[in-house]
């Protein structure tokens, strides 16, 4: 435990200096599993942490790495109280090698005497909205004004494990074969889609029958909706416009023969589609470049289908991504919004008639969703919304079986 300590400490120290999550786990193999758990769950629990320690020491500790330390050991004593003891220990010897001299002493004295105070000091923590919910104040009033009668499940759910969803690749093997093959393994799992599966327990890939054969891949069932909706045929020209790592667009191929295009403006996240690819079988072109900018990558021949898999806040992935709401600012929301709305209006003019664009998000802020589909549609006389289950739009809301997605399909009228 003290290395997996020292190393979410790390990790913590570098999200709360400005870097992701992923950006910030260093730790080798042997460690990254506990590395990332132990820091997601600080960061998830960061407002709470913070507040915590607030009220244990009269002064923020330095340097950044001990501050670290003491939320990432705060966060596993408020979540195993059990395991206080070793705990305890292992962060006081922790701390000893991320910053020497006396802090081992300080480390020691303010997790001890969180362990003497944790009931008053958790009863003071939850008449906090901040530290109750565990999400930043714009960010709860944001959900209060979008979500009047769902947001305090929302923040319980941003406050969970995720979910552990497969899916499986139909060019191998039917969702029934599957499911028989975890079943053998002892491992258990139920159908929560077309394709999906919804494991028990979360576990690595390398555990996964037939993983690198290519018959399954991790992807969240609420993501798994965006291939069905774009009601795929054989022959069509189809375009991922912001298609990285490549997990929607190879869905799409699993589906139908179509001639894809999976467009990304990272050259290091478009890197990882090929592999991806590749290991399930499936073939499409690919290349990297901002979709806005159609005059550098378009061929002018039009689109039967669009995919556009948005940038935004990720709110609806938060569980997955603990580091975003505390990066994040309210400003970010109108920024993301933006380039929503004009990577809505390039892409629109490379739909053929008739041809169908989905617009997607893992938000569930409006302003990235139903009121930029209002101000695009109001705009585009061209543009007919198709109903999604006798609705404008759909709005998966995060949920013990998926996350949170937002989904609107568009036709062009001819």
Aim: net charge positive; charged share 20%.
């Amino acid at each position: 435990m003290r290395a997996a300590l020292r190393a979410a400490a790390e990790t913590v120290a570098a999200v709360l200096g400005g870097r992701t999550l992923d950006e910030a786990l260093t730790a080798d193999p042997a460690l990254r599993g506990a590395q990332r758990e132990l820091a997601s769950a600080a960061l998830r629990a960061y407002g709470r942490g913070d507040a915590a320690l607030a009220q244990l020491m009269p002064a923020p500790p330095r340097p950044a790495l001990l501050r670290a330390l003491l939320l990432v050991a705060l966060a596993r004593l408020a979540a195993r109280p059990a395991e206080a003891h070793t705990v305890v220990n292992e962060a006081v010897a922790a701390a000893r090698q991320l910053a020497g001299g006396r802090a081992h002493g300080l480390v020691n004295g303010v997790l001890r005497n969180y362990l003497r105070r944790a009931a008053d000091i958790e009863a003071a923590l939850n008449a906090d909205p901040v530290c109750r919910h565990g999400l930043p104040g714009w960010w709860l009033e944001a959900l209060q004004a979008d979500h009047p009668q769902h947001w305090t499940a929302i923040c319980a759910a941003a406050n969970e494990h995720p979910p552990m969803c497969l899916r499986v690749n139909r060019r191998r093997c039917t969702v029934d074969e599957y499911a028989g093959l975890l079943a053998a393994q002892g491992m258990a799992a139920r159908q929560v889609g077309v394709e999906a599966l919804l494991l028990e327990r979360p576990l690595g890939v390398d555990r996964l029958p037939n993983f690198a054969a290519g018959w399954v891949s991790v992807q969240d069932a609420g993501a798994q909706h965006a291939a069905h909706l774009l009601d795929l045929a054989p022959g069509q020209r189809v375009l991922d416009a912001c298609a990285a790592p490549g997990g929607k667009s190879a869905h799409i191929l699993e589906l139908a023969d179509v001639d894809l295009l999976a467009l990304d403006a990272s050259p290091e996240r478009a890197a990882r589609m090929a592999p991806n690819f590749a290991r399930l079988g499936v073939q499409a072109r690919i290349a990297v470049a901002d979709c806005r900018k159609t005059e550098a990558w378009w061929d002018g021949r039009p689109y039967d289908r669009i995919l556009a898999d948005v940038p935004c806040t990720a709110s609806g992935v938060v569980r997955r991504h603990p580091d975003a709401k505390w990066l994040r600012r309210r400003s970010d929301t109108t920024r993301f919004a933006q380039t929503q709305h004009a990577i809505l209006a390039s892409l629109w003019n490379l739909l053929a008639p008739g041809g169908k664009l989905l617009y997607a998000t893992c938000s569930v802020f409006a302003e990235e969703n139903v009121k930029q589909i209002q101000s695009f549609t109001s705009a585009h006389p061209d543009c007919r919304i198709l109903p999604i289950n006798d609705q404008p739009s759909l709005q998966l809301l995060p949920a013990p079986a998926h996350d949170g997605f937002f989904y609107a399909l568009l036709s062009r009228l001819s």
